[in-house]
């Protein structure tokens, strides 16, 4: 049996909302699995446990980049919000965006070796480093190269949307990519959702249609409902468009001779777990260290 600790609790509630009991219970059930311990959450409370899921820890900035039909999107890490506010910090992170867009890198190492100011990005990466006193990475970036239009927008520095679209009106694709940035969507449309997403979505759906106590025939259909519902939350073109939720995103674009290609969307620190300090046990630690000292 795992040990079920305070810190283990506090991170499963950071990441669900749900009442620290609740969380302490699930983690039991779950032998300690965190990722377990949060479908099992989900489960029993529903919406309740997700509601903080997309709650970003880790710190950095988007970066944005287009010439004609050329852009690149870019996320750059670091330790701290203070650094995402220094202006080197910035400006490397916009340089990057650039190159990217310009050089065409297959990957962060070949990125790293593209030459910047003299030298190369990792220099310049390693330099900043040591003049702020921080540690800081290029995560990822991504790049388009199309003959439609493309058009970004960035929510301050921390999400980050990218849109390749076709229509005469620029406005409608900055109208998309303030819609991807507020809802998130993980695709297109609903046949384009990844397929480990719809079956992570079903397995929640049958264990909490399971739980009504209702016959095999109507879980079943339950849990498709349930799954055509996520579908369209998750797909663009289906979802409410939020200048005017009488119209799908779909309709909206239609109605306006638009017709989006691809997009998307960076959200700084996505997938990253921040280290969280435990003051109390470090101190802890030290007044036992102290004592054995003595």
Request: charged content about 30%.
């Amino acid at each position: 049996m795992a040990a079920i600790t305070a810190a283990l609790v506090g991170e499963l509630r950071a990441k669900t909302d749900a009442p620290m009991m609740e969380c302490k219970k699930a983690l039991t059930e779950a032998d300690g699995d965190l990722v377990k311990a949060e479908e099992i959450l989900r489960v029993k409370l529903g919406s309740k446990a997700s509601k903080a899921s997309s709650r970003i820890t880790a710190e950095g900035v988007v970066a944005t980049y287009i010439a004609g039909g050329v852009g690149a999107l870019v996320e750059i890490n670091c330790e701290t919000d203070f650094v995402t506010k220094n202006d080197e910090f910035i400006a490397l992170a916009n340089e990057v965006a650039k190159l990217v867009a310009e050089k065409n890198p297959a990957d962060l190492a070949a990125l790293a070796a593209l030459p910047l100011d003299g030298k190369t990005v990792e220099e310049k990466r390693t330099e900043l480093v040591g003049r702020i006193g921080e540690n800081m990475s290029i995560r990822r970036f991504m790049r388009f190269e199309t003959t439609a239009k493309l058009v970004s927008y960035l929510h301050g520095t921390r999400i980050g949307v990218m849109v390749e679209f076709d229509g005469a009106d620029e406005q409608i694709g900055k109208d998309v990519a303030m819609h991807i940035a507020a809802m998130k969507p993980v695709a297109l449309s609903s046949d384009q959702v990844p397929a480990d997403l719809i079956e992570k979505e079903r397995s929640v759906a049958t264990l909490k249609a399971a739980e009504s106590g209702k016959p095999a025939d109507i879980v079943a259909k339950m849990v498709d409902g349930s799954v055509q519902k996520f579908l369209k939350e998750v797909s663009l073109f289906n979802q409410s468009f939020v200048k005017n939720d009488k119209q799908s995103v779909e309709q909206m674009l239609k109605a306006a001779n638009t017709a989006v290609k691809s997009f998307s969307m960076f959200v700084v620190g996505e997938g990253i777990e921040k280290k969280q300090d435990d003051f109390a046990a470090e101190v802890a630690a030290q007044v036992a260290a102290a004592k054995q000292a003595q």
